[in-house]
């Protein structure tokens, strides 16, 4: 597959997909009739409602029985979302949650979406390929860890890519699709249908620190906690400011609440790794992480959230 041709069908897809409930159950064939999630927080669970309203059966994997009940409760009120906007939503029997890693066998893709630290996501990473067939695919869903960092430990690092899906999932329309140097071109043929066939948008990008997105994204969102700490203007008059300047969406001080001060805190020190100074993350930002100050998860970051 060339850089063309998924460009092309990047945009194709992009035009269709603005919300996750675009593609109902069973309207498609394209994605692995069983699907595994190792991790059922947020991004878990978003990416379990993705692959159920597809049409897949998707076994969720926590680390104890009450993760489990809270990463079901999660999935579900995402399904009666989708419902409510009169999306098909799938038998409840084709969600299944728990603790038991065996779950994998007989899943075609399995994602790991556990927190963002290195350590976890390889022991996450074992345990997923401990427990899944020979020609299952097994993926991250890191925003900057290395893939090849976290495939050196694998024994089959040819089934292994990066599925980087962003937050909320099912209102992106992106997943980047991260290729290592031992990925099978095959394998990256194959998760670029699924995440076409999940409604969504796939850009290819090779294996570097932070992607393309991360990289891009907290450039922008530590310079912008920077002008905040300096007193240049409001939180709000700076995101304003790229919302009606440049167009954005959502400007980059609310959009750091939303990923979380401390996702982003993690993802800023691994750049700070690769790339220097240049990424080191701003007082403000490891003094709010200290206390404690999350963002929309806490409801309180670089603005004040109600508990609705």
Do not use: C
């Not at 009940?69 to 084709?94: F, K, M, W, Y």
């Not at 066998?105 to 020979?134: C, F, H, N, S, T």
């Not at 299952?136 to 990066?162: Q, W, Y």
């Not at 394998?187 to 969504?200: D, Y």
């Amino acid at each position: 597959m060339t850089l063309p041709e998924t460009t092309s069908r990047t945009r194709a897809a992009a035009t269709a997909a603005t919300d996750t409930a675009a593609a109902p159950a069973g309207a498609t064939a394209s994605v692995p009739a069983v699907v595994g999630v190792l991790g059922g927080g947020r991004m878990g669970a978003g990416i379990a409602h993705a692959f159920l309203l597809a049409g897949s059966r998707v076994h969720v994997v926590e680390r104890d029985e009450a993760a489990a009940a809270q990463a079901r409760e999660r999935v579900e009120t995402a399904l009666a979302r989708s419902a409510e906007r009169g999306t098909q939503i799938p038998d409840a029997d084709t969600l299944t949650t728990g603790v038991d890693g065996d779950a994998f066998a007989e899943a075609g893709l399995v994602i790991e979406a556990v927190p963002e630290d290195r350590d976890l996501k390889r022991d996450a990473l074992a345990r997923i390929e401990g427990a899944v067939q020979d020609d299952a695919v097994v993926a991250s869903n890191t925003s900057s860890i290395s893939i090849d960092a976290l495939a050196a430990s694998l024994a089959r690092p040819d089934r292994f890519l990066g599925l980087h899906f962003f937050n909320p999932v099912p209102a992106s329309a992106l997943v980047e699709v991260v290729t290592g140097e031992r990925t099978a071109a095959a394998v990256v043929t194959r998760a670029t249908h699924w995440v076409e066939a999940i409604g969504k948008a796939a850009v290819v990008v090779r294996d570097a620190p932070g992607f393309a997105s991360s990289r891009l994204g907290v450039a922008l969102g530590l310079e912008a906690i920077r002008m905040l700490e300096e007193g240049v203007a409001t939180a709000h008059d700076i995101d304003t400011a790229m919302e009606l300047g440049y167009r954005h969406p959502m400007g980059p001080l609310r959009t750091t609440d939303i990923v979380g001060l401390d996702v982003r805190l993690g993802i800023a020190e691994e750049l700070e790794r690769a790339f220097g100074a240049r990424f080191t993350p701003p007082a403000l930002l490891r003094d709010l992480v200290a206390e404690g100050h999350l963002g929309r998860k806490t409801g309180r970051g670089f603005y004040e959230w109600s508990a609705s």
